[in-house]
C-alpha cells in the first residue's frame, strides 16, 4: 500500500466515522436510545483522530516547507 492509499484509507475512516458520531448525536437528541451509544461515540472519536494522524503522517512527504 503506498504512502496515497493510506492517505485516502485515512481520509475514508475520518469521514465515515464523523458520520456515524453524527447519527449517534442525532439518535440522543430525538430521545432514541442506542445500546452502547456512549462507548460508540468514544470510538467514533477515537477513529477521526486516528484517521487524521493516519493522514497527517502520509501526507506530508520529504518537502521542506519552513519557507
Do not use: F, H, W
Not at 1 to 18: F, H, N, Y
Not at 23 to 45: F, M, Q, S
Amino acid at each position: 500500500m503506498d504512502d496515497e492509499q493510506k492517505v485516502i484509507a485515512g481520509g475514508v475512516v475520518t469521514a465515515l466515522s464523523i458520520v456515524v458520531a453524527g447519527a449517534l448525536i442525532g439518535a440522543r437528541i430525538l430521545g432514541l436510545a442506542i445500546p452502547y451509544g456512549d462507548y460508540l461515540l468514544v470510538l467514533c472519536a477515537m477513529l477521526v483522530v486516528a484517521g487524521a494522524a493516519v493522514m497527517n503522517q502520509y501526507s506530508c512527504g520529504t518537502e521542506d516547507v519552513s519557507a
